[in-house]
């Protein structure tokens, strides 16, 4: 059993920054590949970004490439996705998710393990 609590959501402007953090606890941290995913109102939960068991491999979503980034620290048991140039369309909630899979995935179903979620808001 993993446990996942995300921080750092809030309420930004445009073209500003925020870093949300992903805690782990529970079974062994470097065991798992790590993303993050998002859900706007009425709309469905969509992959953000993920990252391999050691970090070196990352996947990013095309709408996110080239301002947000995930890296992760395995001594910690701690995911980040820092969120640079933000736009109002990144409003959602943001969740992290741990998963078994060897490689990085952006299949929602691959992932087993879900945090409760952390709020982003970007205004104009």
């Known amino acids: 059993q993993v446990q996942l609590v995300e921080s750092g959501g809030g309420l930004a402007q445009a073209g500003g920054s925020l870093r949300l953090s992903c805690a782990a606890s529970?079974?062994?941290?470097?065991?798992?590949?790590m993303g993050w995913f998002r859900q706007a109102p009425g709309k469905e939960r969509e992959f953000v970004a993920a990252i391999s068991r050691n970090g070196g491999n990352t996947y990013s979503a095309a709408s996110v490439k080239d301002r947000f980034t995930i890296s992760r620290d395995n001594a910690r048991n701690t995911v980040y996705l820092q969120m640079n140039s933000l736009k109002p369309e990144d409003t959602a909630v943001y969740y992290c998710?741990?998963?078994?899979?060897?490689?990085?995935?952006?299949?929602?179903?691959?992932?087993?393990?879900w945090g409760q979620g952390t709020q982003v808001t970007v205004s104009s």
């Open positions: 529970g079974r062994t941290f470097n065991t798992y590949a």
């Open positions: 998710a741990a998963s078994s899979a060897i490689l990085p995935t952006m299949i929602l179903g691959d992932y087993n393990y």
